[in-house]
C-alpha cells in the first residue's frame, strides 16, 4: 500500500489536532502534581515556610523563566537540606527540576531556568535530613509576546 503525500499530510494534520485539543495529553493534571508532592516527601504533608521561591510575577517569554529556590538551613552534619523539588503545576510533566544538597554544600541555594507552558503554579518542595518538608508555592503569568495576563 502506498500513501500519498496528500494523505501523508492528511494523517499528519488529524493526529496534530487530537494532541493539540486533549488536554489531559497537554497539560498535568492537579492530581499528578499531588502525588508527585507525595513521591518524594514519602506521603507526608509538607509545612509551609523554610523554603523560599523566587520567580518573577510576570514571564514575558515562558521558554525561559528564572527560578531561584533557598532554604534557611544552619547546612551543619546536623540539621541540612538533602534535597529540593521543582515543579510546575501546568506542565505536560510536573517535575521540572530536583537538586541535591549535602552538609558540606554551605548553602542551599539554586537557580535554573525553566520553561512554563501557561500562567501556572510553581511549586518548590524541600526535604531536611531529619525527614520534614516545607512547601512554597508562587504563580508565574505567562504572556504571549509580553502581552496581557
Request: net charge negative; charged share 20%.
Amino acid at each position: 500500500m502506498t500513501i500519498t503525500r496528500r494523505q501523508l499530510f492528511g494523517l499528519t494534520a488529524g493526529a496534530a489536532t487530537v494532541l493539540a485539543f486533549n488536554p489531559k495529553m497537554s497539560f498535568a493534571a492537579a492530581d499528578e502534581t499531588d502525588a508527585a508532592i507525595k513521591a518524594f516527601t514519602g506521603g507526608a504533608e509538607p509545612a509551609a515556610g523554610t523554603v523560599s521561591l523566587d520567580t518573577p510575577e510576570i514571564a514575558e517569554n515562558g521558554n525561559t523563566v528564572p527560578v531561584g529556590v533557598s532554604v534557611d538551613s544552619p547546612m551543619t552534619a546536623d540539621s541540612f537540606v538533602e534535597s529540593v523539588l521543582i515543579l510546575a503545576d501546568g506542565n505536560p510533566s510536573p517535575a521540572v527540576a530536583t537538586f541535591h544538597f549535602t552538609a558540606m554544600s554551605g548553602v542551599a541555594e539554586a537557580k535554573t531556568r525553566i520553561r512554563l507552558a501557561k500562567t501556572q503554579n510553581v511549586i518548590a518542595v524541600a526535604k531536611m535530613n531529619d525527614g520534614s518538608t516545607y512547601i512554597d508555592r508562587k504563580e508565574v503569568k505567562v504572556t504571549i509576546g509580553g502581552c496581557g495576563g
